[in-house]
């Protein structure tokens, strides 16, 4: 298991990952989950490093609103791609 390391600096907190595996994209990857504990309904969110895409993956569950509750029909659906470097060309 990869080290990590979080720290707070005003409004943000940082979460380091320690050479995490990021040669595939199965379930060996180090994952982050964010949630929000809120009166505010949210799903969480799933984050990943893709070394072969060079680039962080985001996914979430995908749910169906079944009236009084939420239904989850599908797990880890990517719902963005972010590529590593974010350079004008």
Same mark, same amino acid.
């Given at each position: 298991? %990869?080290?990590?390391?979080?720290? !707070? $600096? ?9 050479? %995490?595996?990021?040669?595939?994209? =199965? ?9 929000? =504990?809120?009166?505010? @309904?949210?799903?969480? !969110? ?15 569950? $995908?749910? $169906? ?14 719902? @963005?791609?972010? %590529? @590593?470097?974010?350079?004008? $060309?």
């Amino acid at each position: 298991m %990869p080290s990590f390391e979080t720290s !707070i $600096k005003k409004n943000i907190l940082n979460v380091n990952l320690s050479y %995490p595996d990021i040669s595939n994209r =199965d379930e060996n990857n180090l994952f982050v989950r964010i949630g929000l =504990d809120h009166v505010r @309904a949210s799903d969480d !969110i799933m984050i990943y490093f893709d070394g072969p895409r060079n680039g962080y993956v985001v996914l979430m569950d $995908k749910t $169906k609103d079944m009236g009084n509750y939420m239904d989850e029909v599908e797990e880890k659906q990517e719902v @963005a791609f972010i %590529p @590593a470097w974010n350079m004008e $060309k």
